[in-house]
């Protein structure tokens, strides 16, 4: 059973940082990528940034690419999100998820995910 467990989230000021951290188990990640997607209140989840197993593929939103930095830790079957001058609209639940192979945009190509972890942003 694969488990995903997202931590790190809180409620901070604009302009402020957060790391947000999940935690993979329940087999190997050898070839799985990892990504990381949000969703607002009343909105669809949306593509965050994913990274594949080396991590020399990473992609971002638009939105948050120059904001935004995905890596992960192979050894502690862990990714992280540096999250680096929050703005209000970045106030969501943030899902981390896994899937085989390749990183994507597109939510439905994942398989597992976890239970998210609040951010909100204060203006």
């Known amino acids: 059973q694969v488990q995903l467990a997202e931590s790190g989230g809180g409620l901070v000021q604009a302009g402020g940082s957060l790391r947000l951290s999940c935690a993979a188990s329940g087999r190997t990640f050898s070839n799985y990528a990892m990504g990381w997607f949000r969703q607002a209140p009343g909105e669809e989840r949306e593509f965050v940034a994913a990274i594949n197993w080396s991590g020399s593929i990473i992609n971002y939103a638009d939105s948050v690419k120059d904001r935004f930095t995905i890596s992960r830790d192979n050894a502690k079957n862990t990714v992280y999100l540096q999250i680096n001058g929050l703005k209000p609209e970045d106030t969501a639940v943030y899902y981390c998820?896994?899937?085989?192979?390749?990183?994507?945009?597109?939510?439905?190509?994942?398989?597992?995910w976890g239970q998210g972890t609040q951010v909100t942003v204060s203006s």
């Open positions: 998820t896994t899937r085989k192979n390749w990183p994507s945009s597109f939510s439905r190509e994942y398989d597992y």
